[in-house]
């Protein structure tokens, strides 16, 4: 593999925002190369960015069902990657934004509340500050907004995942389908098992009516709205991945 300067011109656009959603970064993958094959090109980059201990990881939004290309460092200890870009009040305010999300019981968190924590003793930010601050995150993908509720961003999610573990791990749920940590998602009424909204979608593109893996229990009224309908675009391979995960949840509940 021959590295180009039409793959540092890639890299750089990943890097100035620190994510590119995959439709942007197909059409460049596209004018760039000559070709669609963004996983490949992603990849070929990786492998100059080894040694630098960073990665372009794609990543999907649990409330929008986007992926993105986001570029992170694995060797990450908690959240000191954020030092540089939050002061110490931001950072602190971040934190417990993050715990209110994790423990609550529908991954999300109310804005008021995230308000509030503006006037905890290692936070104090003004109520200005506070939503000034609430909007920066939400423009950079650090968290989501949606109807007064803050959920947890793409990038929180592709980049802060070992801070995550090491602090909240008794609380972190695993998808059903896909057998990655969730966040806020769907769950089933019988067992409580959760699954991803986009991982559900894609359930239904095989498996009509929904029923959970699980337990077989269906199923109903389930929004899948907001959930965008090219993420669910399934190739013959995808299908066969979504038919795999459900053999083994099946013969994990047989056992």
Known sequence: MVYTLKHKILLQ?????????????????????NNDKVSLIMNEINEQLQPLNMLIKRAQCEITGQQYWILISIILDEVTRFQDEFSKA?????????????????????????????????VKLSKTEAEEFLNDT????????????????????AELMPYFRATYDNNLSICCLCKQVIFHGEKCNHCE?????????RFAM????????????????????GIMDDSTTLAVEDMEIVKTSVKKVLKKKDH
């Open 13 to 33: 656009a990943v890097m100035h925002n620190g994510l590119m959603d995959e439709d942007k970064a197909k059409d460049l993958v596209i004018k760039l190369f």
């Open 90 to 122: 931001q950072l602190a305010l971040l934190r417990n934004i993050f715990s209110e999300i994790i423990t609550s019981s529908n991954g999300c968190v109310q804005s008021t509340v995230c308000l509030n924590l503006g006037s905890l003793p290692e």
């Open 138 to 157: 939400v423009n950079r993908k650090w968290l989501i907004y949606k109807e007064g509720y803050y959920y947890m961003g793409i990038r929180s999610i």
């Open 193 to 201: 098992n959760l699954f991803h909204l986009y991982c559900l979608k």
């Open 206 to 225: 095989v498996y009509n009516p929904i029923k959970c893996p699980n337990c077989n229990t269906v199923f109903s009224n389930i929004n899948f709205s």
